[in-house]
């Protein structure tokens, strides 16, 4: 099944958290993350994330397939900063220390490639975390962690809903689009924009059509079970907070205050080694 | 007495906003605490309606004006509000994949807990015990994806079984099920009923199916009105079911074929009920003998020919074995088997959709394997189940035109093969109407319509009559008869055994992937072994056969096949 969650089962603490536990700490610690230029701060959280790593019980190859799309992601990110603005870094640590020219404006500093070093280290503070999430959240527990954190339940249901009936739509687009095949639609490359536009139209229409016929099934299933009868409601696979999951969130938040307090040091968002060299 | 009653219907009337005249007319219906109700009618006579009423989507999410009385539980619904009605009445509807709402079996079983707030600990217990109550305790954790048909249904069920609901309400509960998978479900409802206590309202037109198991009564709507409301028994000694487009169970077409008068004291309701005097036995004898076999049709030379194709999904799962299976020339062949034992898999891999793995294809002597799908349509013409998952245009004519316009046929020969394709298809008064001003069975036929511009000798349809009712499926097998008749091959995959019976000269039988079974339907549908390894079910003229004595069982349906086909339809 193509889903966007990619929930390994195992058993490890990570697993053991609740969904809600998780998705805060995954919003703080990404926020922390995305907030500080502190090189100091920046090291130790992708340490951090790598531990996390190691206790979930995850191993790489579960996750090769996100890691890899993220790491030429982050690749790409710094390819296009530097090609798009060489001396970027000149500008915000008010120094210039060139090392030695790539010809024309691409002069490498060792400002720019401290900055780059920073970008790296946010990239891997974050993209851990995030395969963490979603690698071991039971999508099922998500709708109900989205309504812990203060989400309101019709609207995180939609997500959950959304999970439940993409792989059923993908199924169907993939049976259409095989009988308009044969009556001579070209999905292929081959053929111009405009006709793969009208080619994809012979498509959506059957498949835009059947899903609100489906759309009308679910919400009349839904009411005749009592959805949205109450202001509130429960979960299945819902499950109590335990202590762990408060220290989790203390441990984040605690990374977030040095975050911010390093701002407050650092008078912004940069540490410059710079200055007083 | 009537404090008994559950549901009350007094001169109760009712029209949607959008519409200008009533759906339904003038219906007093009382069902009372344990009753087990079966509701019957063909397409649009009011019956989906009437359970819209019961279950509180009328008036709650579908508008319109009533007259009359209604009660649930002793008060009208339209006080109670559609939770209120919730609490009293459950539904289980018609697609059981549709309703599917949660990521698993035990979410989807807890969701109306849920809503209610229930506490984890309770819930928990409330699920289980309703999820072994239907038999599916040991699949709580699985996805949608991953249950059958059958099952879906048993966590719809036990869905509504976590509220102790009065009246449980199944709204064509057999529409989607293989023939056992529907025996089973007769089944379970049945038992349910009896350890719940809970009333039970079958919406149905697959009437001899629901009679497996017993039921009270019998309310027959037509055209909005209640025609009958009655024994089983009764209604099936008189002709109100013929007259009202239903399909009498095949045991009671075949006594009146022989000239046996159906009383209520024979207790008809069901085959295994049905007691028959001597006399009335003889009668059967007398018509079994009174006419020789037909002959059978002469091995025709062969169209599309499979040899030992195995194909397998790239996740490794291997969904065909080795098969090899011949279609001649002209042949009207059905396919049948379970969901998932291969038959859709096959089409796909003959329509070029899938590529097998090993083995080859031959269509008219030619190998078929450097041919595109585009060319292997112009020779196999292929036609979904559903028409609305084909049909892209505004407009009847430019629909049919599809197919030809992107083969870049000229404007002109265009023309001229869609009025034929459209004229073949009894399409032609509409040619220049909009699609969506059609009948489902008229949307089919455009579809059908749209394949045949293309000129295909062999069309494939995935389950052409699927939740039709007896009216519109006799009209739409005709119709494929007719092409037939013409001269095209028709290939029917499908779960309908009177579908085989009436109309199939010869049926393969996919299980697990492989062939386990190519002959004529009478032939397969007495034989135990392929009935229950295919998931169908014996046919009623079987046990007919044998109550009155005619040793042949397999000759006494080929006999009710060859009568039908010479003396009903010809």
């Known amino acids: 099944m193509t889903n966007i969650f990619n929930y390994i089962d195992r058993s490890s603490p990570v697993h053991r958290l609740t969904g809600a536990t998780k998705l805060v700490c995954l919003l703080i610690w990404s926020f922390a993350a995305m907030m500080t230029y502190d090189t100091r701060l920046l090291a130790i959280l992708p340490l951090g994330s790598f531990a996390l790593f190691a206790l979930s019980r995850i191993r790489l190859r579960d996750v090769r397939f996100m890691l890899g799309f993220t790491l030429v992601f982050m690749a790409l990110n710094n390819l296009l900063v530097f090609l ?22 691409y002069v490498v500093t060792s400002e720019q490639l401290f900055y780059h070093l920073n970008l790296v280290l946010k990239y891997l503070a974050t993209i851990p975390v995030v395969v963490l999430f979603v690698s071991t959240t039971n999508p099922s527990e998500f709708a109900a962690s989205l309504n812990r954190i203060g989400v309101k339940y019709t609207v995180a249901y939609s997500v959950s809903l ?24 070209e999905m292929s490359r081959k053929e111009n924009i405009v006709k793969r536009l009208k080619s994809a139209s012979a498509i959506l229409i059957p498949l835009i059509l059947s899903s609100m016929d489906r759309i009308e099934t679910i919400s009349n299933a839904m009411e005749l079970r009592g959805f949205g009868k109450n202001k509130k409601r429960t979960w299945y696979m819902g499950r109590p907070f335990t202590k762990w999951d408060i220290l989790s969130i203390a441990v984040c938040a605690g990374i977030l205050a040095a975050a911010i307090i390093l701002n407050r040091v650092n008078g912004g968002r940069f540490w410059n080694p710079f200055a007083r060299g | 007495m009537m404090e008994d009653a559950i549901i ?21 219906l009382t069902v009372r605490r344990g009753e087990k109700i079966l509701i019957a009618g063909p397409s649009g006579c009011g019956k989906s309606t009437l359970a819209h009423c019961i279950n509180g989507l009328i008036p709650f999410s579908y508008k319109g004006t009533q007259t009359g009385k209604v009660e649930i539980a002793g008060k009208a619904p339209a006080q109670m509000g559609l939770f209120g009605v919730s609490r009293h009445v459950g539904t289980v509807l018609q697609d059981s994949d549709g309703q599917f709402i949660g990521l698993t079996v035990a979410e989807d079983i807890a969701f109306a807990l849920e809503n209610d707030c229930l506490g984890e600990p309770e819930m928990h217990e409330r699920v289980a015990k309703a999820a072994k109550l239907v038999g599916i305790e040991s699949h709580l954790l699985h996805a949608p994806s991953d249950l059958s048909g059958g099952q879906k249904q048993r966590v719809a ?73 009655m024994s089983p028994d009764e209604l099936l000694s008189g002709d109100l079911l013929v007259r009202s487009g239903i399909r009498e ?19 008809p309701r069901s085959i295994h009920t049905l007691r028959l005097e001597e006399a009335d036995r003889e009668k059967v004898r007398a018509w079994y003998r009174a006419a020789p076999p037909a002959p059978r049709p002469e091995t025709a030379e ?11 999904y790239p996740n490794g799962r291997e969904a065909l074995r080795d098969i090899s299976a011949s279609i001649g020339k002209g042949e009207m062949v059905a396919i049948v088997g379970t969901n998932g034992a291969g038959k859709s898999t096959f089409s796909k891999v003959v329509c070029g959709f899938e590529t097998e793995q090993e083995g080859g294809l031959r269509f008219a002597g030619e190998d078929m394997r450097s041919l595109s799908i585009k060319e292997r349509a112009d020779r196999i013409g292929y036609v979904m189940q559903n028409p609305n998952q084909m049909i892209s245009k505004v407009m009847i004519f430019d629909e049919v035109a599809l197919g030809l316009r992107t083969r870049g046929v000229p404007e002109e020969e265009i023309r001229e093969k869609v009025e034929d394709a459209l004229k073949v298809c009894g399409l032609w008064p509409f040619r220049s109407w909009p699609v969506s001003a059609l009948s489902f069975g008229q949307k089919k036929r455009v579809t059908i319509a749209s394949i045949l511009a293309l000129e295909p000798s062999l069309i494939i349809l995935d389950e052409p009559t699927a939740g039709q009712d007896y009216r519109h499926y006799t009209e739409i097998m005709e119709f494929l008869r007719d092409l037939n008749k013409r001269g095209y091959t028709v290939v029917m995959i499908t779960h309908d055994m009177h579908l085989m019976l009436e109309y199939a000269q010869r049926a393969l039988v996919f299980s697990e992937g492989g062939l386990i079974a190519d002959d ?3 032939a397969i549908l007495t034989d135990r072994e392929i009935i229950s390894r295919a998931s169908l079910k014996e046919t009623s003229l079987y046990e007919l056969a044998l109550l009155c004595g005619v040793e042949d069982s397999r000759g006494f349906v080929r006999r009710f096949i060859d009568h039908e086909r010479e003396e009903v339809r010809p």
């Open chain 1, 84 to 105: 798009f603005s060489p001396q970027h870094a000149v500008g915000l640590y008010g120094t210039r220390h060139e090392l030695f020219s790539l010809g024309g404006r």
């Open chain 1, 162 to 185: 959304a999970l439940r009936y993409i792989p059923d739509i993908q199924r169907e687009y993939h049976d259409i689009s095989q009988a308009q095949q044969a009556r001579g639609i």
């Open chain 2, 8 to 28: 009350r219907f007094e001169h109760f009337g009712f029209q949607y906003n959008a519409q200008s005249e009533p759906t339904l007319y003038d219906i007093d």
């Open chain 2, 157 to 229: 069920l036990a869905g509504v079984l976590v509220e102790d609901v009065d009246v449980l309400l199944f709204d064509e509960p057999l529409a989607n099920l293989d023939p056992a998978t529907g025996k089973a479900a007769i089944e379970l409802i049945d038992e349910i009923q009896k350890t719940t206590g809970a009333a039970v309202i079958i919406i149905e037109h697959r009437l001899e199916d629901v009679l497996w198991r017993e039921v009270d009564r019998v309310v027959l709507m037509g055209k909005g009105r209640i025609l009958a409301d």
């Open chain 2, 249 to 267: 169970p095949l045991y009671i077409t075949a006594l009146k074929y022989a000239g046996v008068q159906v009383r209520p004291e024979m207790a």
């Open chain 2, 302 to 312: 062969p169209l599309l020919e499979a040899e030992h194709i195995r194909f397998a």
């Open chain 2, 520 to 522: 004529e339907c009478a």
